[in-house]
């Protein structure tokens, strides 16, 4: 149940960034921040966490981006990713951001690829620099209040998570 809640907040969340803050310096992505906190949730059922990861790249296309399927594949990779350093890494706050930070910087830097051969956007540093640190700006902000939130309510409520 936790799981659909944060993400559909996150998707709320989403909404709010992109259409309030449109040509900030914040830049949405804010999914992201929720599918690297909520893998642990997943328990040892990684199969779901990847179904999941890439109907939430499915809807992502469908509602935010219009590059359909794009993102169902990159959500599939970055939650192959987050899941295979969850295994090797210590579940703690520390590991949570920078995993986050890694995971944003990968999937602007391979949407930039992607997009800049196919021609939708000019294929110029500056863009990428301020497309991931300007993510990266309000996913850290929403990630350390969802880490410490998650972590509450699952004491709170003993629900168990993979450390």
Do not use: Q, W
């Not at 890694?102 to 992607?114: A, D, K, N, Q």
């Not at 850290?140 to 972590?151: A, E, T």
């Amino acid at each position: 149940m936790i799981i659909l809640i944060v993400t559909f907040l996150a998707f709320i969340l989403e909404y709010v960034v992109n259409g309030f803050f449109h040509g900030t310096i914040l830049n949405g992505l804010i999914i992201f921040s929720s599918l690297v906190l909520l893998e642990p949730y997943f328990k040892k059922d990684k199969d779901m966490f990847f179904v999941f990861c890439f109907f939430v790249g499915i809807f992502y296309d469908f509602v935010y981006t219009g590059t359909y399927f794009m993102n169902a594949g990159m959500f599939l990779i970055v939650g192959t990713l987050v899941s295979y350093f969850n295994s090797i890494t210590p579940n703690n706050f520390i590991v949570s951001i920078l995993e986050l930070v890694l995971m944003i910087s990968f999937y602007r830097f391979i949407c930039f690829i992607f997009l800049g051969i196919n021609g939708y956007i000019v294929m110029s540093f500056s863009v990428l620099f301020r497309s991931i640190y300007s993510s990266i700006l309000i996913n850290l902000i929403y990630g350390i209040l969802l880490y410490f939130v998650l972590y509450l309510v699952s004491k709170r409520f003993n629900i168990k998570r993979i450390n």
